[in-house]
């Protein structure tokens, strides 16, 4: 079972990673809402990639390393262990609030916007905060993987 989570957590972290990496890509070469049909095809995309990639990676990532910690009485009170489920929390609350909420819902606005249903002037084109966001992501995510790697040796918690 140790090695089965393990695996899961593993390829859960490569697609979230992926995921962040194809995102950055996208915003890169985004263009401006004003060209409207290639806006709504960047922004689908990205709520595609945030939907189908990035949500269930995290999700993955998440539930094999919560049921690796909780399964392994060695990793009670390993110190690199619980810097991983304070940082995996950190990531799968920011994922949702500053990643997938947002990404989702300019999907379906430029969509409906290049559809006619809303007026493209309501497209907030706010590329910075997502970018941003998906840096200090990855960032974290780069520490849970050298963590989990390394396993430095945190201060144990006591018994």
Same mark, same amino acid.
């Given at each position: ?14 697609? +979230?990673?992926? /995921?962040?990496?194809?995102?950055? %890509?996208?915003?890169?070469? $985004?263009?401006?809402? /004003? ?11 990205m709520g595609s990639i945030a939907t189908w990639i990035f949500f269930p990676s995290l *999700?993955?990532?998440?539930? $094999? ?11 009670? /009170?390993? *110190? ?5 489920? $304070?940082? *995996?929390?950190? =990531? ?6 500053? =990643?997938?909420?947002?990404?989702q819902e300019e999907a379906e606005q430029s969509a409906a916007a290049l559809a006619g249903?809303?007026?493209?002037? /309501? +497209?907030? *084109? ?11 992501? +990855?960032?974290? $995510?780069?520490?849970?993987? %050298? ?13």
């Amino acid at each position: 079972m140790r090695k089965l989570l393990k695996f899961l957590h593993t390829i859960g972290a490569i697609g +979230l990673m992926g /995921s962040m990496a194809s995102l950055l %890509v996208l915003l890169s070469v $985004a263009p401006p809402p /004003s060209s409207l049909a290639s806006y709504a095809l960047i922004r689908g995309a990205m709520g595609s990639i945030a939907t189908w990639i990035f949500f269930p990676s995290l *999700g993955l990532t998440l539930v $094999a390393g919560l049921l690796a910690i909780g399964l392994n009485p060695g990793y009670h /009170s390993a *110190g690199w262990a619980l810097a991983k489920l $304070a940082t *995996g929390i950190l =990531i799968f609350e920011s994922g949702f609030v500053g =990643i997938l909420g947002p990404m989702q819902e300019e999907a379906e606005q430029s969509a409906a916007a290049l559809a006619g249903r809303v007026d493209p002037a /309501s +497209l907030t *084109g706010v590329l910075a905060a997502e970018r941003n966001t998906l840096w200090v992501l +990855l960032a974290v $995510a780069t520490v849970n993987v %050298v963590l989990g790697i390394w396993r430095p040796r945190f201060t144990r918690l006591r018994d």
